[in-house]
C-alpha cells in the first residue's frame, strides 16, 4: 500500500517570503499522479498543483511550484510571494493511474501560517 | 456551476442513533468517493463510487457504515448505531471517470456523537 509522508505538522512565513512544504511518499509503482491540496478553515478542500510521475518537468501554478525527486520518492511544494491567504492545512496526496479511478491517499497535513 | 454540496453541514448525534449524510456530486461526474477525516488528521478513503456501482468499499471502518448511490448521481453515506469514534468530518468528492481527473470536493459534514 502507499504511504504519504509530511513530516511538518506547522509551519510559519513572512508575508512575500517564500516557503517550502516537505513530502515523501512510498510506493513501488512507476507510474502515478502527485497532488498537494489546500484546506482554509472552512473546510473544503481545493487543488493547487498536480504532477504525473511521468514528466520530468516541475509542475507551477503561478506562485506555487513543485520540486519532484521521483528517485528520492520527494515532492516538495514551494509557495512564493507569501499572501495572508495562503494560511490553511496543505495536504500531499498519491494516487495510482489505474483504469478508471482511484482514491486519493493523503498525508496527516501541515499547517501553514502566515505572518503579516 | 454548482460544485459538490453536502448535507447536512453539522450533525450532533448521540451515541447509538442512525444518522445519514447526503452529498451532491457536480452534474455529469460519473466518480464519487467518501472519505473520513478525523481531527487533526489527512483524509482518508472510505468508499468509490462509478456511476451507481460501488467499486470499492474496502476503507468502510465497518458494517455499520453502508453507502449508496442508486441513481448515479446523489449519494448517502449512513452509520447505524453511531459510536464516538465515529466522530469527524465526512467529506465527498467527484470527479469525471479517469485517474488523472482532479477529484472536487464538498465542505463536509461534521458528525459529533455525544
Known amino acids: 500500500a502507499q504511504t504519504v509522508t509530511q513530516s511538518q505538522p506547522e509551519m510559519s512565513v513572512q508575508e512575500a517570503e517564500t516557503v517550502t512544504l516537505s513530502c515523501t511518499y512510498d510506493?513501488?509503482?512507476?507510474?502515478?499522479?502527485l497532488f498537494w491540496y489546500k484546506q482554509p478553515p472552512s473546510r473544503q478542500m481545493i487543488l493547487v498543483i498536480r504532477q504525473e510521475a511521468y514528466k520530468q518537468q516541475n509542475a507551477t501554478e503561478n506562485r506555487f511550484s513543485v520540486n519532484f525527486q521521483k528517485a528520492a520518492k520527494s515532492f516538495s511544494l514551494k509557495i512564493s510571494d507569501s499572501q495572508l491567504g495562503d494560511a490553511a492545512m496543505y495536504f500531499c496526496a498519491y494516487r495510482s493511474p489505474n483504469s478508471g479511478n482511484t482514491p486519493l491517499v493523503f498525508g496527516k497535513g501541515t499547517r501553514l501560517s502566515v505572518i503579516a | 456551476g454548482a460544485g459538490v454540496s453536502q448535507s447536512p453541514r453539522y450533525k450532533v448525534a448521540k451515541r447509538g442513533q442512525d444518522v445519514a449524510l447526503r452529498c451532491d456530486p457536480i452534474s455529469g461526474h460519473v466518480s464519487l468517493f467518501w472519505y473520513q477525516q478525523a481531527l487533526g488528521q489527512g483524509p482518508e478513503f472510505l468508499t468509490y463510487f462509478q456511476n451507481e456501482a460501488q467499486l470499492d468499499k474496502s476503507g468502510l471502518p465497518s458494517d455499520r457504515f453502508f453507502a449508496e448511490r442508486p441513481e448515479g448521481s446523489v449519494s448517502t453515506l449512513k452509520i447505524q448505531r453511531t459510536q464516538q469514534e465515529d466522530s469527524a468530518v465526512y467529506l465527498c468528492a467527484s470527479s469525471l471517470r479517469e485517474s488523472y481527473n482532479e477529484q472536487f470536493f464538498g465542505p463536509g459534514t461534521r458528525l459529533t456523537v455525544l
Open positions: 510506493t513501488s509503482e512507476s507510474d502515478y499522479y
